[in-house]
């Protein structure tokens, strides 16, 4: 096993958020090749990940394109420092290409970060400039997506996945503990923040697994079950 050492300058709170998002955060951003100053598109931008992302391309310099379900969550995204939200209702997913266009000024995306699958991911594809990459990490939409023959053929955009086990689990142990200590200067430098949602002690175990898995909790914050100390 490893130890990843956690300064005092971290709270538990925060180290119990520093490892599954940012550092897949993190390494989407690696795998898709994105630049100070690209484009970079994400679904499902609510989420804490995708919140997390939005905080870290801010800090590296890349743009982001977040898309939303609900109009509401646009200003908040803006809080967090995307660049541009786009609310897209279920069935709305065709028309995300073309708003994505006039916002890269049709050059499309750089790449991107597609966790819904389904409809979404040929949208995406469609938003992506020539030879760019879709990454799938998730399956909001099921467990089937829809992909572009136009872009794919005609356009060189690949669609490949992202898992954090393989990625992170490449690396060597001191290229696993460079991400950590890189995700926790960010957290100690106030660039990432948790998103924390609801708490229960240990008693309301039960609880505290209904809440985590309930509808709309992703973009709620992270569930916490509380020890005594």
């Given at each position: 096993?490893?130890v990843?050492?956690?300064?005092?300058?971290?709270?538990?709170?925060?180290?119990?958020q520093?490892?599954t998002?940012?550092v897949?955060?993190?390494?989407?951003?690696?795998s898709?090749?994105v630049?100070?100053?690209?484009?970079?598109?994400?679904?499902?931008?609510?989420?804490t990940?995708?919140?997390?992302?939005?905080?870290?391309?801010k800090?590296?310099?890349?743009?982001?394109i977040?898309?939303?379900?609900?109009?509401?969550?646009?200003?908040?995204?803006?809080k967090?420092?995307?660049?541009?939200v786009?609310?897209i209702?279920?069935?709305?997913?065709?028309?995300?290409?073309?708003?994505?266009?006039?916002i890269?000024?049709?050059?499309g995306?750089y790449g991107?970060i597609?966790?819904?699958a389904g409809?979404?991911?040929?949208?995406?594809?469609d938003?992506?400039?020539?030879?760019?990459?879709?990454?799938?990490y998730?399956?909001?939409g099921g467990?089937?997506?829809?992909?572009?023959?136009v872009?794919?053929?005609?356009?060189?955009?690949?669609?490949?996945?992202?898992?954090?086990?393989?990625?992170?689990?490449?690396?060597t142990?001191?290229?696993?503990?460079?991400?950590?200590?890189?995700?926790?200067?960010?957290?100690?430098?106030?660039v990432?923040?948790?998103?924390s949602?609801?708490?229960?002690p240990?008693?309301?175990?039960?609880d505290?697994?209904?809440?985590s898995?309930?509808?709309?909790?992703?973009s709620?914050?992270?569930?916490f079950?509380?020890?005594?100390?």
């Amino acid at each position: 096993g490893e130890v990843i050492k956690v300064p005092d300058s971290i709270t538990n709170e925060q180290a119990a958020q520093a490892i599954t998002n940012p550092v897949t955060a993190i390494g989407m951003l690696e795998s898709v090749g994105v630049k100070e100053g690209d484009f970079v598109l994400q679904a499902a931008g609510g989420s804490t990940l995708g919140k997390q992302l939005i905080q870290i391309c801010k800090h590296r310099g890349i743009k982001s394109i977040s898309t939303v379900r609900r109009e509401a969550q646009v200003e908040e995204l803006k809080k967090y420092g995307a660049d541009h939200v786009i609310a897209i209702g279920d069935g709305q997913e065709g028309t995300l290409a073309a708003k994505v266009m006039e916002i890269t000024g049709g050059k499309g995306a750089y790449g991107a970060i597609d966790p819904v699958a389904g409809a979404m991911t040929a949208a995406l594809q469609d938003s992506v400039r020539e030879g760019g990459k879709v990454l799938v990490y998730g399956a909001l939409g099921g467990l089937e997506y829809k992909g572009s023959v136009v872009s794919t053929l005609f356009r060189g955009v690949v669609t490949t996945s992202y898992w954090i086990n393989r990625d992170f689990g490449a690396l060597t142990p001191e290229g696993r503990q460079t991400r950590a200590a890189e995700v926790l200067k960010l957290m100690t430098d106030g660039v990432l923040t948790p998103h924390s949602g609801k708490m229960f002690p240990l008693a309301q175990a039960k609880d505290a697994m209904a809440d985590s898995v309930r509808a709309g909790r992703s973009s709620d914050g992270k569930t916490f079950l509380i020890t005594e100390a």
